[in-house]
Structures are given as C-alpha cells and as structure tokens.
C-alpha cells in the first residue's frame, strides 16, 4: 500500500512544470508511491521575473515540512536546477536529525537526476566558470534584457538530436520562462547532502547538463566525504519523460531503512 512507501517529492527544473513529470509521477504512483509535484515559484510566468533561487528554496522548505510533519519518510528527487533547490532548502530535515530532535518523519533520500549540488557559497555560474565553461553556459542560456534566461534550442538541449515527435514538439511548448538571477545565487545554508543518503543518477547523453559535468558533481560531494551510489541511463537531459520506468527501479531499489 502506498502508505507503507515513502512518499516522493519531485523538485523540478528550470523552465519546467508539474505536467512535464506526468510519466514519472504515474510510473512512481503505478509503484506504490504518494507522490508530490509541485509548481516551483520560478515558474510562475512573470516577466520580468518575481521569483528566484531563495524563493524557491523558501516554498520548498515550507512544503517538505508539512509532509513530514504526519511522521512519513520522504525520497527527495530533484532534477537539474531542482538540485540547487534542494541541497539549499533541505538541511536539517534528514529523518535521523529530525529524530535526535524528537521529531518524526523526515527526508530518507536525496536523488539527484541530473541535477547541480554545489558547495555553500558557490552558484551555477561560478561553479561553470570555474571548470572553465562559461562561454558555454552564455552560448547555451542566452539572456533576455528583462532578466529571463532561455534555451538556445530547447529540444536538442532537453533531448538530444534524436529525439523528435509530436510528443516532444508539445514538452517543449510548455516549457516556461527563468530567472537569469537563480544562476547567480549561492548555496546559503549547508548542504543537505552532508547529512542525508545520496544517489546520482547520471544521464550519458546529456546536452544541456554533459556527463562530465555530472561527473564533476558527484566528484565534488564525495571529496567532500560523502558516499553517493550512482546510476547511468542511455538518457537525454529529461530521464523523467523518457526513461520513467527506470528512474522508478532505481528508487525501488533505493535502501528505505534508517
């Protein structure tokens, strides 16, 4: 029954909305799962934007709390910036520290799918100027003068050049606008995977978000001194949309005790 499963909370991406993790969410559902996708406040479509990374991490904060707070153990699943989102919002709320402070329930989970984990401090920007991509980065994400960031070409960036279709042409379509502000915007609190299990699952045909990069994260976290188990899939950038049912497998095989 879905009650004896954790309940999963998605932390979206840039420029998307609950609807483009709808095959993800019936896969996870079909699994057993209580699953939670909600609208990030950076996708609210203001323009010039009214929203950033600290929005966002405030809204999402406020919202883990409140399932936690009936005693449930929550995964965590945050894709792309929806990893800048989590690592800054959640700390503290790992189910052992909610524990030893006489709370119940609590994050048991961190699954970052092809998302950013930075360090306290650093932000998308100075992390890829750092490795040296920073004309990349400007080359992919152009800036409008009102603050909106967009794809340069959403499809290839999401999927690749071999995926097209009717089905695609409409993900892309719905994709929303950004602020070019979150970019910007350091970790401000610890990391929340100091503290909480983590899992990488790493995407081999990423355009927009390239495996080396995603290497460089995982790289960065176990330097760090954390253990994170990691998985690849022949994905693009949008595993939830093409690769549903093995993202599913690899949160069911996720080790649910604490």
């Known amino acids: 029954m879905a009650s004896q499963n954790p309940i999963i909370?998605?932390?979206?991406?840039?420029?998307?909305?609950?609807?483009?993790?709808?095959?993800?969410?019936?896969?996870?559902?079909?699994?057993?799962?209580?699953?939670?996708?909600?609208?990030?406040?950076?996708?609210?479509?203001?323009?010039?934007?009214?929203?950033?990374?600290?929005?966002?991490?405030?809204?999402?904060?406020?919202?883990?709390?409140?399932?936690?707070?009936?005693?449930?153990?929550?995964?965590?699943?945050?894709?792309?910036?929806?990893?800048?989102?989590?690592?800054?919002?959640?700390?503290?709320?790992?189910?052992k520290e909610r524990i030893a402070n006489g709370k119940s329930g609590g994050i048991i989970h961190l699954v970052y799918m092809v998302a950013t984990a930075y360090l306290e401090g650093d932000s998308m920007v100075s992390t890829v100027e750092q490795a040296g991509l920073g004309d990349m980065l400007l080359a992919?994400?152009?800036?409008?003068?009102?603050?909106?960031?967009?794809?340069?070409?959403?499809?290839?960036?999401?999927?690749?050049?071999?995926?097209?279709?009717?089905?695609?042409?409409?993900?892309?379509?719905?994709?929303?606008?950004?602020?070019?502000?979150?970019?910007?915007?350091?970790?401000?609190?610890?990391c929340a995977w100091r503290t909480i299990p983590v899992t990488y699952i790493h995407a081999t045909q990423d355009m927009a978000m390239p495996l080396e990069v995603q290497v460089s994260v995982v790289d960065n976290m176990e330097k760090e001194g954390v253990s994170v188990k990691t998985h690849r899939l022949e994905a693009s950038h949008c595993p939830h949309f093409t690769h549903a049912n093995e993202v599913t497998d690899v949160i069911g095989g996720l080790d649910n005790t604490i």
């Open 9 to 95: 909370l998605i932390i979206s991406g840039a420029w998307h909305v609950p609807i483009h993790y709808a095959k993800l969410k019936s896969a996870l559902e079909a699994a057993g799962y209580e699953v939670h996708v909600p609208q990030l406040p950076t996708a609210n479509g203001a323009r010039p934007p009214t929203a950033d990374l600290y929005t966002d991490t405030e809204f999402i904060r406020e919202f883990v709390t409140t399932l936690m707070d009936g005693g449930r153990k929550i995964i965590v699943i945050m894709h792309s910036y929806g990893g800048q989102v989590g690592t800054n919002a959640l700390h503290g709320l790992g189910i």
């Open 140 to 190: 992919g994400f152009p800036t409008d003068e009102d603050g909106i960031v967009r794809c340069a070409d959403a499809r290839v960036q999401m999927f690749g050049p071999d995926y097209v279709g009717p089905e695609i042409e409409a993900y892309v379509a719905s994709m929303g606008i950004w602020n070019v502000k979150a970019m910007h915007q350091p970790i401000q609190h610890s």
